[in-house]
């Protein structure tokens, strides 16, 4: 005669314990797989220590720069911009490049888009763009300020890059961190009128904010 094995309610009692303390188990082991997965991702970027990108000015020509009527400005500018990535060890994609030309704090032209790259260790790259704008409004004291700047002899650009960045580490790469740079475009601006484009002082260092 066969014996039937009913388990007790003990019994049961202590089987879930036991699955309890075999979730506990799982969970502390996945937790310490991840914080141990973060320590040697912070560890080696602490190693590593990125640096920002370094831009600086190549060349600026300003081929057109007047008003139509009192506050509509045309606008024809060519931008050459270097880009170095100073880190030995680590790569840069670069998403999303806008620039843009601005005059005492005023947009003078509208966005211009640069095609995303990949910059390897200590790679330099040229960037090129037109920037241009027609019938832009600007402040009423924007001809005055125009008419100063050349009677001094000189006019001030600020030559701007705004967008996104990526680290690449080996095979990770990182998020996304916004990206800001800020060239200055001294260009001689005298009371005569040029026959050809006026052209920026070559080799001047941006600013860049990651």
């Known amino acids: 005669?066969?014996?039937?094995?009913?388990?007790?309610p003990k019994h049961c009692g202590k089987q879930g314990v036991?699955?309890?303390?075999?979730?506990?188990k799982v969970f502390l082991a996945f937790s310490a797989l991840f914080t141990t997965i973060l320590s040697i991702i912070l560890l080696v970027?602490?190693?590593?220590?990125?640096?920002?990108?370094?831009?600086?000015?190549k060349e600026a020509d300003i081929y057109q720069l007047n008003l139509s009527n009192s506050h509509l400005l045309?606008?024809?500018?060519q931008l050459t911009l270097l880009s170095k990535n100073p880190n030995q060890k680590i790569g840069i994609y670069y998403d999303e490049l806008q620039v843009y030309a601005a005059y005492k704090g005023q947009q003078i032209t509208v966005?211009?888009?640069?095609?995303?790259?990949?910059?390897?260790?200590?790679?330099?790259?040229?960037?090129?763009?037109?920037?241009?704008?027609?019938g832009?409004?600007?402040?009423?004291?924007?001809?005055?300020?125009?008419?100063?700047?050349?009677?001094?002899g000189r006019l001030v650009l600020n030559l701007k890059v705004?967008?996104?960045?990526?680290?690449?580490?080996?095979?990770?790469?990182?998020?996304?961190?916004?990206?800001?740079?800020?060239?200055?475009?001294?260009?001689?601006?005298?009371?005569?009128?040029p026959t050809g484009p006026l052209s920026s002082e070559q080799g001047t260092q941006c600013s860049t904010s990651v």
């Not at 970027?45 to 600086?56: E, G, V, Y």
């Not at 045309?74 to 500018?77: E, G, R, V």
């Not at 888009?113 to 704008?133: C, I, R």
């Open 162 to 193: 705004n967008g996104r960045l990526r680290w690449k580490v080996g095979t990770w790469v990182s998020g996304r961190y916004r990206l800001n740079v800020n060239c200055v475009a001294v260009v001689a601006f005298g009371p005569a009128i």
């Open 45 to 57: 970027w602490l190693i590593l220590r990125p640096t920002k990108p370094q831009f600086s000015l």
């Open 136 to 152: 832009l409004p600007v402040a009423p004291s924007f001809g005055y300020q125009v008419v100063r700047d050349q009677t001094v």
């Open 111 to 134: 966005y211009t888009s640069l095609p995303p790259f990949y910059q390897g260790h200590e790679d330099s790259n040229l960037l090129s763009a037109s920037l241009g704008g027609t």
């Open 1 to 8: 005669m066969s014996q039937l094995f009913i388990k007790s």
């Open 18 to 24: 036991n699955i309890e303390k075999l979730y506990k």
């Open 74 to 77: 045309n606008s024809s500018i």
